[in-house]
């Protein structure tokens, strides 16, 4: 026997730069609450997601008008981006479902943090609503599927009060076929663009409208990032010297994949004038070593196999190679040379939160050197970009889930 619904109790303010005291009286004053909760049944309610059974019509002094009038209730419902959508007609999500040979009532994932129901047709809907083609749902579909793997975490990345979004890489022939942007402005904007920008949305809008990942409702976020809104290239294969990530990640090179990364922020790593692998990767190495926070929370848990992205532009990557340097050289260096003092992560309620297998770090000296990672491997590399001497650099917050495209 189960139950329909999650129970779930809101505490008033955000449980953040406040002191224990303050803590323990918020969580108390809802214990009423909480134990209502594990004895009553909760009421069952619709879904806020859009539903194609459910046809709402438009009126307006024209069809711009009406258009208008749609976005703004989508927007007062919840279910808009910002952006102007796409209608959701009958017909375009008949359209859209047809670019599966998957049943339109198939349940993808179970996706959190509301525990929605990710079917095709829900999937679908929110593709139309972004821009996209049929022949993209593919591809949103493999990401939502890898999203929801307990890897990536993503309870965390929706609701966090950080702005950790997911950042998609697609690989294989397909990035041609689709015409996904592998080069330069891969993360957009424009019409190079365009189909990377209407993937990137749609999961966005999947996340909100299926996830229930709405804004001030379960996404906590402090102030909001512009990559929320999509986040999704193609990997430059052909200007890669070492093979391409799925292969990497055990796929074959004629198999299509989308490999999710849950990005906590993004970075330019700028260097124009080194000419040895060692002068281009001590320049990813102290972008590495900017923030705190990845040492930081690798220490917290002892399982983590949190990481960071370098996303390396051709020019970067051919010095390196040309050098003899292997992806595990880069990672190797990358491991020894990014890391930060040990003093600098030291404060009482952060030394309480340090894991047990890792408690015994605090007794060294302050000047000892973290790692910003827990394991050289935990540095993923992939190129992409045109030639520029501008790479990117992203920390990740939990692990890549790689996952294959099926038509």
């Known amino acids: 026997m189960g139950i329909d619904v999650l129970p779930r109790i809101v505490v008033g303010p955000t449980l953040t730069g406040i002191c224990p005291e303050r803590v323990r009286e918020e969580i108390l004053a809802q214990a009423e609450g909480l134990v209502k909760g594990l004895i009553e049944q909760p009421k069952v309610t619709a879904s806020p997601a859009a539903s194609s059974e459910q046809a709402i019509r438009y009126h307006g002094r024209d069809v711009l008008d009406a258009l208008q009038n749609l976005n703004d209730d989508f927007l007062d419902r919840g279910w808009g981006d910002g952006f102007p959508i796409v209608p959701p007609t009958h017909e375009a999500v008949e359209a859209m479902v047809g670019g599966t040979s998957r049943a339109r009532d198939e349940v993808v994932v179970i996706m959190e943090p509301g525990r929605g129901t990710a079917t095709i047709e829900k999937i679908a809907i929110n593709c139309v609503m972004a821009g996209c083609r049929p022949e993209h749902l593919p591809v949103i579909i493999a990401a939502v599927e890898a999203m929801a793997e307990p890897a990536f975490d993503l309870t965390v990345i929706a609701q966090s009060t950080g702005p950790q979004t997911p950042l998609l890489v697609i690989n294989g022939p397909i990035r041609k076929e689709l015409g996904i942007n592998c080069g330069r402005c891969a993360l957009g904007p424009g019409a190079p663009s365009r189909v990377n ?27 909001g990032s512009p990559n929320k809104y999509s986040m999704c290239l193609g990997e430059n294969e052909e200007a890669n010297p070492w093979g391409p990530l799925h292969v990497e990640r055990g796929f074959r090179p004629d198999d299509n994949t989308v490999t999710v990364f849950p990005c906590g922020s993004h970075v330019d790593v700028a260097d124009l004038v080194s000419c040895t692998p060692e002068a281009v990767l001590t320049t990813f190495a102290y972008t590495a070593n900017a923030p705190l926070t990845p040492s930081w929370w690798w220490l917290q848990r002892e399982d983590s196999d949190q990481g960071s992205l370098m996303m390396i532009c051709p020019d970067h990557a051919r010095i390196i190679a040309e050098a003899g340097w292997t992806k595990n050289d880069v990672r190797r260096f990358m491991f020894h040379n990014s890391r930060v003092p040990l003093g600098v992560l030291k404060n009482p309620t952060r030394l309480a939160a340090v894991a047990p297998g890792w408690k015994w770090l605090l007794d060294r000296p302050d000047d000892t050197m973290v790692p910003v990672v827990r394991d050289p491997k935990d540095y993923h590399i992939v190129v992409v970009g045109a030639d520029s001497g501008k790479s990117g650099f992203v920390w990740d917050w939990a692990a890549p889930v790689t996952k294959a495209i099926r038509a």
């Open 197 to 223: 920008t209407a993937i990137g949305r749609a999961v966005r809008l999947v996340m909100m409208n299926v996830g229930h990942a709405y804004p001030g409702v379960m996404d906590m976020d402090t102030i």
